[in-house]
Nanobody, 130 residues
Framework: QLRLVESGGGSVQPGGSLRLSCAAS????????IGWFRQVPGKVREGVSC????????SYRDSVKGRFTISRDNTKNTVYLQMNSLKPEDTAVYYC???????????????????????WGKGTLVTVSS
């Protein structure tokens, strides 16, 4: 059974850091593009960052560029989102999602689109507050 599990969320003060993990089971990640998304209650889920199946393609939404870094370790079947200089507006439930496609998140500067991804985790809450 294909499964994605996010971890690493929590509460942090503005300016702090967190590293989110997205661990896959039931399949190997090396053929899948992975996206990170976030959602605040009452708002639309938005794409934060993605990494291509090869790992060579990445993209970020403008508001997190220079602060967030996505990476993958296929030996651990895990994708990470390092979040630095966190701001209160980063507060949200963060989800990772997967799609078995090599072209996704390649040669693009656009953040990921939820409709492109078909496997989703249940999310991890990130709260940035003083």
């Amino acid at each position: 059974q294909l499964r994605l599990v996010e971890s690493g969320g929590g509460s942090v003060q503005p300016g702090g850091s967190l590293r989110l993990s997205c661990a896959a089971s039931g399949f190997t990640l090396d053929e899948y593009a992975i996206g990170w998304f976030r959602q605040v209650p009452g708002k639309v889920r938005e794409g934060v960052s993605c990494i291509s199946a090869s790992g060579y393609g990445t993209s970020y939404r403008d508001s997190v560029k220079g602060r967030f870094t996505i990476s993958r370790d296929n030996t651990k079947n895990t994708v990470y989102l390092q979040m630095n200089s966190l701001k209160p507006e980063d507060t949200a439930v963060y989800y990772c999602a997967a799609v078995r496609s090599r072209p996704v998140c390649v040669l693009t500067s656009d953040p990921p689109v939820p409709g492109q991804y078909n496997y989703w985790g249940k999310g991890t809450l990130v709260t940035v507050s003083s």
